[in-house]
């Protein structure tokens, strides 16, 4: 698998510069051969970690090791590892380990260091069963419940409990009714791990919502749609093969920030072995 080789030149690359200015943009173009909405969400899939969380989280890393070490002042360390100023790194320092640098050297606190990422080889996906359809899609509309962070602690599942319980409030749905799960990746996703979500119905127009649902709008376009096949807990192997194997293979760029999930009567349920949903991507020519 080609990416595996590509992604842990890009980890090597970001350890060797961790005291570097270095930005996401330039790893994910020059040095993974990556688009950049390309190359974090391939990351996130591969870590768990958007490129950005991981470069800070191993800088707050190795500058804590430092800390513990030596005795050199914690400003030095600070702007070794590319934070502009102490009230930044202790920012950011105590809201990821719980204390301030000054209380680690004091009190030699254990705290959890991140480790450099080992990619290791991904099963070949078992979860898609053939090639994907290139679709010319219209505007669509969509309502429902959204959701922003990391589904840290699986929110998704219980934003599509509290969303299914309502459904049928939602007004003017498209019939059949078409039910959608939008992904949308904003600027900051490289850097934090959170993503905006919408489980949601294809509406006719998006005006008159209850105040607890929110909308969105979605221009027309092509998307490659693939297949899932199985429980959603392994839909990552299916995100792994679009994005790992067959975008770079395929002479199409993604065209957006989002992704699209589609469910009709093929979906029964997110436990079943022999449910199917769709996974459509925006593309475009390279």
């Known amino acids: 698998m080609d990416y595996i080789v590509n992604f842990s030149h890009s980890i090597d690359f970001i350890e060797a510069n961790l005291k570097?200015?270095?930005?996401?943009?330039?790893?994910?173009?020059?040095v993974a051969n990556y688009s950049l909405y390309h190359y974090v969400r391939l990351f996130r899939l591969l870590t768990g970690e958007t490129p950005g969380s991981y470069l800070r989280k191993r800088r707050l890393s190795e500058a804590?090791?430092?800390?513990?070490?030596?005795?050199?002042?914690?400003i030095a360390v600070a702007v070794d590892y590319q934070f502009?100023?102490?009230?930044?790194?202790?920012r950011s320092f105590k809201n990821h380990f719980g204390i301030s640098?000054?209380?680690?050297?004091?009190?030699?606190?254990?705290?959890?260091?991140?480790?450099?990422?080992?990619?290791?080889?991904?099963?070949?996906?078992?979860?898609v069963t053939?090639?994907?359809?290139?679709?010319?899609?219209?505007?669509?509309?969509?309502?429902?419940?959204?959701?922003?962070?990391?589904?840290?602690?699986?929110?998704?599942?219980?934003?599509w409990q509290s969303f299914m319980q309502q459904i049928r409030t939602v007004p003017c749905q498209r019939v059949p009714r078409q039910t959608y799960g939008l992904w949308r990746y904003p600027n900051s996703f490289q850097v934090s791990r959170d993503f905006d979500y919408l489980a949601a119905v294809?509406?006719?127009k998006r005006?008159?919502?209850?105040?607890?649902?929110s909308g969105a709008s979605l221009k027309p376009g092509r998307y490659a749609s693939f297949e899932h096949h199985g429980p959603i807990q392994n839909i990552r192997q299916t995100y792994l093969h679009i994005y790992g194997e067959?975008?770079?293979q395929s002479g199409h760029q993604l065209a957006g920030n989002h992704d699209l999930e589609y469910y009709d009567e093929r979906f029964t349920g997110a436990d079943e072995t022999e449910s199917i949903l769709n996974i459509l991507v925006p593309i475009k020519d390279r």
């Open 64 to 74: 804590a090791g430092e800390i513990l070490a030596a005795d050199k002042p914690i």
């Open 84 to 90: 502009q100023s102490h009230e930044a790194f202790s």
């Open 130 to 159: 053939g090639p994907p359809q290139i679709l010319q899609r219209g505007a669509l509309g969509l309502a429902g419940i959204a959701y922003h962070g990391d589904n840290s602690h699986g929110e998704l599942a219980g934003i």
């Open 246 to 248: 067959w975008l770079p």
């Open 202 to 204: 294809a509406v006719e």
């Open 101 to 127: 640098p000054s209380e680690l050297r004091r009190h030699k606190q254990f705290v959890h260091l991140m480790p450099r990422a080992v990619l290791a080889p991904i099963p070949a996906a078992q979860t």
């Open 207 to 213: 005006s008159g919502l209850p105040p607890n649902l």
């Open 20 to 30: 570097a200015p270095i930005t996401v943009a330039a790893i994910a173009t020059r």
